[in-house]
């Protein structure tokens, strides 16, 4: 169980990228995060991950208080083209983690093969990552992750840059995987549609800094299907329940105040800071992708 | 592309040559001073075949080649110690700008001292010389490797050595490949210095002071120099060669290809 109470975490320039955030998850649990960009989602990953220490707070794993990167962990990074290493072919990208595994180079070369049939990728192997499209690039950090089997995977804004289709294949790959190897999945995205498709429950972040302005339940069945699913009345009402929570949280102006936004709203929103005016440059006005 | 930069790069050679000859064979420079060009050419391919000349070639691209070996076994390792541990790299920054100033040149004399053989000499003189350029490349790739490649390895929970060896050395190795280039050609102005200056018994600064003896040939003067350039300009393009083979995702990855 992974188990977060008060996370705060300030950067050395003072900007407050997360504000006494707690969260709960179970083990064997896809959660959806969703939250407008910059809100604190890939620096809260970060916290979970061990690669930065958290300013404030605790965070643990399996009742250890997290100091350091745990074991059995992998993350696929935002910044997948920066994540990958130029100066190995993508099969020998795919396959260095898993010298922690103790395997021999042939088992990882196998692995890391059948890692990369499984994103679509059978015949890149022997090419070297800047040879690939940003979305094959993608897919070959998404491998490198599931070649690892980790028991905890955080995976940040996964499918940004693949097209639908391959979207929705990896999508379903990351379903197949979760039920099959029982893993705890923490994934970070922009799309509602997804973060509903995807996940045991999804949980909105509000505006920065990051705290958990919603947390539901995706009460859909286990079995989801590409096309079925996303016709089913309850994960039309869910799409809307989370699109206007992360309205609500982005506090677009002139958009519903977050305590007025429904959803199953944290009890503490009444103490919510950082209600002013926004400091940040809304690109992306909420985060928010267009629904399909 | 490459065809006419050939071409035009041999013109500009052969051009030079023609005017250097007219130069000298018109009178406008005395003839002694500066011998036609076409002299001072056909010397140069004398001393291709030249015994002594090669032994004194030879004994210099030692030197080089040693003292830059020494100072590339010491300045990596140092360099990647300073700049992994911010404390000593925090120490170390007002001692390295300090001493990277310091032409190795002036330091002949003391080298002299120090050192009884002439081979040593050079050696120590060139070692302090490249010393710099690659320690101070060494340094400035390791605080830019990117990060994020950092923690993704961290990521799968390996260590500091790993990420430094599997991670930071590999992707800060162009950079300390182009400071051992730059090492280079700094080492061979180094050597044929300390020649000129210390003597000793072979070399081609050595070569070039005996022209000099009685008279003064400066026809093999500038004949020795040649060859001391065109040392110069082999090493250059062989290491620029190795180091495209060696990083070609480096380059192909910079240009923009994916
Ligand atoms: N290394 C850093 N130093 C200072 N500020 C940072 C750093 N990384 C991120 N931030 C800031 O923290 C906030 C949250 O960033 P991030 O966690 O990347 O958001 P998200 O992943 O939700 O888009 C942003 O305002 C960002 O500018
Ligand atoms: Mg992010």
């Known amino acids: 169980m992974l188990q977060i109470t008060g996370l705060t975490h300030s950067y050395s320039d003072g900007h407050v990228a997360i504000d006494s955030l707690d969260l709960t998850v179970a083990d064997g649990e896809l959660l959806s995060i969703v939250g407008p960009s910059g809100c604190g989602k890939s620096t809260l990953l970060r916290c979970i991950a061990g690669l930065i220490r958290p300013t404030g707070g605790r965070i643990t794993l399996n009742g250890a208080a997290v100091d350091g990167v745990p074991d059995d962990l992998a993350v696929v990074f935002q910044d997948y083209s920066r994540s990958l290493f130029p100066w190995l072919t993508v099969r ?6 898993l010298r922690r595994r103790g ?14 049939e499984s994103v679509g990728l059978p015949d890149a192997g022997r090419k070297y990552p800047w040879q690939l499209s940003g979305g094959m690039q993608q897919r070959v950090s998404i491998a490198r992750a599931l070649a690892y089997r980790p028991s905890l995977l955080l995976m940040d804004e996964p499918f940004g840059s693949v097209d639908a289709q391959t979207r929705e294949d990896l999508e379903d790959l990351v379903l197949q995987v979760h039920r099959a190897e029982k893993m705890t999945i923490l994934l970070v995205t922009h799309d509602i549609d997804e973060s509903v498709y995807v996940g045991d429950r999804v949980v909105v972040l509000n505006r920065s800094p990051a705290r958990v302005h919603a947390d539901l339940p995706v009460t859909l069945s286990a079995d989801r299907d590409q096309i079925e699913t996303r016709g089913l009345p309850e994960f039309v009402r869910l799409r809307a329940e989370v699109g206007r929570l992360v309205r609500g949280g982005a506090r677009i102006p002139g958009a519903v105040p977050a305590g007025a936004a429904g959803g199953i709203l944290k009890s503490d929103i009444r103490h919510q800071k950082g209600v002013g005016p926004d400091t940040m440059a809304d690109s992306e006005s909420g985060g928010t992708r267009p629904t399909r | 592309m490459r065809f006419r930069r050939i071409v035009y790069g041999a013109a500009g050679v052969a051009g030079l040559v023609v005017v250097l000859e007219v130069v000298s064979r018109t009178g406008l420079v005395d003839d002694t001073a500066l011998p036609p060009a076409s002299t001072v050419l056909r010397e140069a391919g004398r001393l291709a075949v030249d015994q002594d000349f090669l032994v004194d070639v030879g004994a210099t691209l030692k030197a080089w080649a040693g003292g830059l070996l020494l100072s590339v076994l010491v300045a990596v390792p140092l360099g990647v110690l300073l700049g992994s541990v911010p404390v000593l790299n925090t120490a170390s920054r007002a001692l390295v700008e300090l001493c990277r100033p310091i032409p190795s ?14 081979v040593q000499q050079k050696m120590a003189l060139i070692f302090y010389a490249c010393l710099w350029p690659i320690l101070v ?16 390895l961290r990521s799968f929970g390996f260590g500091t050595p790993a990420v430094l060896w599997r991670v930071s050395l590999p992707s800060a190795a162009p950079f300390i490949a182009t400071g051992v280039r730059i090492a280079a050609s700094v080492a061979l102005i180094v050597v ?16 070039l002071n005996e022209t000099q003896a009685g008279g003064g040939r400066n026809d093999l003067l500038l004949a020795g120099a040649c060859w001391a350039g065109a040392l110069g300009l082999v090493a250059n393009a062989g290491l620029i060669w190795l180091e495209r083979i060696a990083f070609r995702w480096q380059s192909a990855r910079s240009e923009g290809v994916a």
């Open chain 2, 105 to 118: 040149v002036a330091l002949i004399p003391l080298a002299t001292i120090a050192f009884s053989t002439v």
């Open chain 2, 137 to 152: 490349n060494t340094l400035y790739a390791l605080r830019d490797v990117d990060p994020v490649a950092k923690e993704s």
């Open chain 2, 192 to 207: 044929i210095s300390t020649e000129l200056v210390a003597g000793g018994d072979d070399g081609v600064g050595l070569y």
């Open chain 1, 92 to 97: 020998d990208n795919v396959a260095l983690p």
């Open chain 1, 103 to 116: 395997k021999s180079r042939a088992e990882r070369r196998a692995a890391a093969q059948e890692a990369l």
